[in-house]
């Protein structure tokens, strides 16, 4: 069985500060990780998402995920957060053969000035 | 191209009253998924389907049934609704895996926020 930890289910972080979102999964085959965003009152976004190749991936407004198999992680960092960041983000993972995703419980990251 | 829309938005139920939300998509989807999202807990995935015809299964499929008789369409049904259903479900939809290493992303609705009284 395959699951995804978000250890933090609220992270307050003042505009213009770095923020770094964890995410732990366990798995025995191999996986493809992803970083799901949901604004409020809105469905979920995908933000950007590990398959292969380089373990650094970025999204287009600024955030950056790094995948590392030893410790099974896929944190979510961004070096300066704006207000409009402000958002619940998920972690998911799904294995190679399988036709679903397994979401963490979210991490709700509150911007303030 | 309207993407995933999911009908209604907003809905009250009685216990026991019985009721069907309606995903739809347009992108010529193979896959489509049904969610559930409470605090603190995530989204969990109640049923889904790999093709017209097809459903399984996901966490908590238990009080919800699925109905995919055209591609575009996916139905979830409360047939006895209880106040632990009261809840934002979510339908999703992707391509299949078939030639994309895994990698497709899924496409999500709005969401149905559902009370049950």
């Known amino acids: 069985a395959q699951s995804v930890t978000q250890l933090d289910s609220q992270v307050p972080v003042f505009e213009e500060a770095p923020v770094e979102l964890r995410c732990n999964y366990s798995?025995?085959?191999?996986?493809?990780l992803f970083w799901y965003v949901q604004y409020p009152n809105q469905g979920l976004q995908l933000l950007l998402k590990?398959?292969?190749?380089?373990?650094l991936v970025k999204s287009i407004n600024g955030f950056e995920a790094e995948f590392n198999k030893s410790q099974t992680s896929f944190h979510l960092r961004k070096p300066s957060v704006h207000i409009s960041d402000t958002a619940e983000y998920f972690c998911?993972?799904?294995?190679?053969?399988?036709?679903?995703?397994?979401f963490g419980t979210g991490t709700r990251l509150q911007v303030t000035l | 191209n309207a993407g995933v829309t999911q009908t209604p938005k907003f809905r009250v139920l009685k216990t026991g009253q019985s009721m069907t939300l309606l995903c739809a998509q347009d992108?010529?989807?193979?896959?489509m998924y049904w969610y559930r999202q409470d605090p603190g807990m995530g989204l969990r995935l109640i049923h889904y389907s790999v093709g017209e015809g097809t459903t399984a299964k996901g966490e908590v499929p238990d009080g919800y049934n699925v109905s995919r008789l055209k591609k575009q369409n996916f139905l979830l049904g409360l047939e006895s609704a209880a106040p632990s259903q009261t809840s934002v479900y979510f339908c999703?939809?992707?391509?299949?895996?078939?030639?994309?290493?895994?990698?497709?992303?899924?496409?999500f609705g709005p969401g149905t926020r559902l009370t049950v009284l």
């Open positions: 798995s025995s085959v191999s996986v493809y």
């Open positions: 992108m010529n989807h193979e896959y």
């Open positions: 998911a993972v799904k294995r190679g053969t399988a036709s679903k995703l397994t």
């Open positions: 590990y398959l292969s190749g380089s373990t």
């Open positions: 999703a939809s992707s391509y299949s895996d078939l030639g994309l290493a895994g990698g497709n992303e899924q496409f």
